[in-house]
């Protein structure tokens, strides 16, 4: 007895699943032009020559160096208000300082969280929660006043040297790093305590054990805390703003970009240069993310969904 | 005989089918989230009405400490009562003994010499007198050709004062509690010697610090920062909310000084404020809702689709997104506004090519800002929520799916039933934290419209789709009104509402409670 398997062939597994296959690539094709069309045109423009603003046409007519050169030579304004290589090291210190510094508290302040039980520990992680549920620069007026007061900033009209402003951006930033510790701390929650505990019979110290075990079982997350501490202060404008207001040879790379456009009468010339400068600071940080993509999800999915 | 799924449901509508599930049960949650709310009201009060009485109670238990202690300390504990670290200096723990005298005499040397603690602190509760002024008639001193030079008298810095006596009051705060952790230390010396042991010496206390009280020693410099960087300014903020800070009162020039909840009723029922901030508030919470629900539906779809057996290429996919998040944040928001706008590049071509005759508002009024911000929040942040449920779909074990397949479960059902529900469990405190950040997304508005188009029904005083924070940055430092008081009454609210929701949100899911399982 035959059974009869006369299915008509739409309804067959094999062609819905191939239906299917097909169409989420095409939808996948899609979303990846709609999602690469910004970063195309930022790069076409950094390569356009014909007019330094921006134009009411989406591809450029000639294709030159000349936006590269603006921003090195910075011919339009003779003040040299374009200090792009100047705001780029600017940057580039403060990440490379804050990095060090915000590694070294984050994974010892959530290696206190993880791994030490001591009185107050609950109540502290929850007060370190509610202090993050503030709205960041409420406090910046009150820190821009502070660091005046202990002398960073200039108190009067005389200048201070630039790297005040780069000390000062560097504590900001370190200062309040501690408060990111949950993402470590959930990954240092899922090291089994038990390597611990037989360190602690043959006589570890807790100090230690944090630096010779706990950490070389954490390279994934010591990486990802280095590098997102790193890249945090390439994106900050608000508190570049606030700190450095118009000291020009302090701006951050953000804050001279964000310039570029909005500063008065600049974008007419500034706009290909703008994005030529967009472009340079691209390429590190999307060689770097990319480094860091495995990290970052091992790093998330480890560490901060599960609390 | 047939399975109770239809197994020949093509794609969409079974894709449909299951949003609209998702959509039912998600009714009821937000039913059972306002029961949450209203229990969250009257535990709040509770709360309140118990911490008055633990305070209260816990200043009495140290009172009657202090007291028990001095009675019952020999003259060597008791000496600490005046003398720090004379319980240990005394006792033969001498190092530890001088610390702490050396950081007594430094606080009365902080707090005594010339604009130091007192100078500021004593003029807290009146915010300073003395305005700034030019001397007139007798005040003025008589040069040597006896006419009258009338000099500008600095006078007090309400702001400084403020800020200055601050810390000062916070720093005698820290005072205090070594105050006490010292004749604690006394006693507890007077009772170990009583029983006969001996007292660690330094080097012993040294390696303590590195073992057993490990913590205090890698907690106590982020403390202080954290104290310094961001309780401190947090604190004057709150301060300033009670005070008439703006562009009238301001130092150097005039005084400002507390007002009391006047500042929190010209936020909500001044002139044009009652609106503004209904506005803002209603616009805050639709954007919070769809900027997160958005991003997370649409990426784990994308991560579904990716992840899908069958699907060639895959890390090709993933890559072409995550090039778009390492770009930063800013520059694509800031080209996004370039492109957008109703003269720009976007616009011109479409004109040029007669898909269009007139621009296309993308940015200029109410309603179509606020969808694009909605949809290149979209561009920006599906990236991201792709990556991690990406990560979360694949730690799903895959022979949960390989018994419902042999149930004969159909993909709807096994996505209903196994999918959704893990994702949810598992990224719940991720959702949170994501919604209340959109909450306070400052960067997306800010770059985009920059909180714009300006609302001209109240002349101007907040944009379209401003959102509390972006409203909060323009009042203050970001234009020209510099009314800091009405901001610090702002951010007040953002955090009461940010905290209020955390709370309600929190509790509800079971993920919070299970740290310790994990370990």
């Known amino acids: 007895m035959k059974t009869s398997n006369k299915v008509s062939i739409f309804k067959s ?169 949950f993402v470590s701390k959930g990954y240092f929650d899922t090291i089994s305590k038990s390597i611990d505990e037989a360190a602690m019979i043959d006589g570890a110290s807790r100090a230690q054990i944090f630096w010779h075990i706990t950490l070389p079982l954490s390279k994934p997350i010591v990486i990802y805390t280095a590098l997102t501490s790193f890249m945090g202060p390439w994106g900050d404008y608000i508190f570049v703003a606030t700190i450095t207001k118009g000291e020009q040879s302090a701006w951050s790379i953000a804050r001279g970009l964000y310039e570029m456009l909005n500063g008065v009468g600049m974008i007419g010339n500034y706009f290909t240069a703008f994005c030529a400068g967009a472009v340079l600071i691209s390429i590190p940080i999307v060689a770097l993310f990319i480094f860091m993509q495995k990290f970052y999800v091992s790093g998330i999915t480890g560490g901060a969904v599960k609390g | 005989m047939t399975n109770k799924n239809n197994p020949k449901m093509p794609f969409f509508p079974w894709l449909l089918e299951g949003l609209l599930e998702s959509l039912k049960r998600f009714g009821l949650w937000l039913l059972e989230i306002v029961i949450t709310i209203g229990k969250a009201f009257l535990n709040i009060g509770i709360f309140a009405y118990k911490g008055v009485i633990a305070i209260g109670k816990g200043i009495y238990r140290w009172a009657k400490r202090m007291i028990e202690t001095f009675t019952k300390g020999d003259w060597k504990t008791r000496l600490s009562y005046a003398v720090f670290g004379s319980g240990y200096f005394l006792r033969g723990q001498i190092i530890k003994g001088i610390l702490h005298l050396v950081l007594q005499v430094a606080f009365f040397v902080f707090l005594l010499m010339p604009n130091g603690g007192w100078f500021w602190a004593r003029k807290l509760l009146t915010l300073g007198d003395v305005v700034t002024h030019v001397q007139t008639g007798d005040e003025c001193q008589l040069d040597n050709f006896g006419n009258p030079v009338c000099q500008t008298v600095l006078g007090d810095n309400s702001m400084l004062i403020l800020l200055y006596g601050l810390a000062t009051v916070f720093i005698a705060l820290g005072f205090w509690l070594i105050y006490n952790s010292q004749i604690k230390g006394a006693y507890k010396n007077q009772l170990l010697l009583k029983e006969g042991k001996k007292l660690p010496n330094f080097k012993q206390e040294v390696v303590e610090l590195l073992d057993n009280r490990f913590h205090v020693t890698i907690l106590s410099i982020p403390t202080v920062t954290i104290f310094t960087f961001t309780v401190l300014p947090l604190v004057f903020m709150i ?126 009024t109410k309603q179509n800002a606020r969808l694009t911000v909605i949809l290149i929040n979209m561009w920006v942040g599906v990236p991201y929520t792709m990556l991690v449920t990406s990560g979360i779909l694949m730690n799903i074990p895959g022979d949960l799916y390989e018994s419902a397949r042999i149930d004969g479960a159909s993909p709807f059902t096994q996505f209903w039933k196994i999918t959704l529900p893990y994702m949810l469990f598992v990224t719940g405190p991720y959702l949170i934290t994501a919604f209340i950040g959109n909450i306070n997304n400052f960067n997306v508005i800010f770059f985009l419209t920059g909180g714009g188009p300006a609302n001209t029904a109240t002349g101007g005083l907040f944009g379209d789709t401003d959102l509390l924070v972006t409203w909060l940055y323009s009042l203050t430092v970001g234009g020209a009104r510099q009314e800091y008081a009405i901001g610090s009454a702002l951010g007040i609210l953002i955090f009461i509402i940010s905290a209020f929701i955390s709370l309600v949100l929190y509790s509800r899911t079971a993920a919070s409670q299970r740290e310790d399982e994990f370990q």
Do not use: C, H
């Open chain 1, 13 to 181: 597994q094999k062609f819905r699943n191939s239906l299917a296959n097909t169409t989420i690539y095409v939808v996948l094709t899609i979303m990846s032009l709609i999602w690469l069309f910004p970063v195309v045109w930022l790069v076409s423009n950094a390569f356009r020559g014909e007019d330094p603003g921006v134009v009411p046409y989406l591809f450029p007519k000639v294709w030159s160096f000349e936006p590269f050169k603006i921003l090195f030579t910075d011919r339009f304004i003779e003040s040299g208000q374009i200090k792009y290589l100047t705001w780029f090291f600017n940057t580039f210190i403060v990440a490379v300082f804050t990095m060090i510094l915000s590694t070294v508290v984050v994974l010892l302040t959530s290696y206190a969280f993880s791994r030490l039980r001591f009185k107050g520990r609950k109540m502290l992680m929850k007060l370190l929660m509610i202090l993050g549920m503030f709205p960041g620069f409420m406090s910046m007026i009150a820190v821009y006043f502070i660091l005046k007061g202990i002398g960073l900033l200039p108190q009067s009209t005389e200048g201070v040297p630039v790297s005040n402003y780069l000390l000062a951006l560097i504590l900001v930033y370190s200062g309040g790093a501690a408060m990111g510790y």
């Open chain 2, 239 to 364: 301060l300033l909310a009670f005070t008439n800070f703006n562009k009238d009162n301001q130092p150097p020039g005039n005084l400002f000084s507390w007002t009391g909840f006047d500042t929190f009723g010209n936020l909500f029922g001044g002139v044009g404020y009652s609106t503004a901030i209904t506005s803002i508030i209603q616009w805050t919470f639709v954007w919070a809702f769809f900027a997160t629900f958005s991003n997370y539906i649409a990426g784990m779809i994308v991560a579904l689709m990716i992840n899908k057996k069958g699907i060639k290429l895959k890390k090709l996919w993933r890559t072409v997104f995550v090039l778009t998040i390492a770009i930063p944040q800013f520059v694509t928001l800031m080209l996004m506004r370039r492109l957008l706008d109703d003269n720009g590049p976007l616009n011109a071509q479409l004109k040029a090519w007669g898909w269009i005759e007139q621009s296309i508002r993308f940015l200029s």
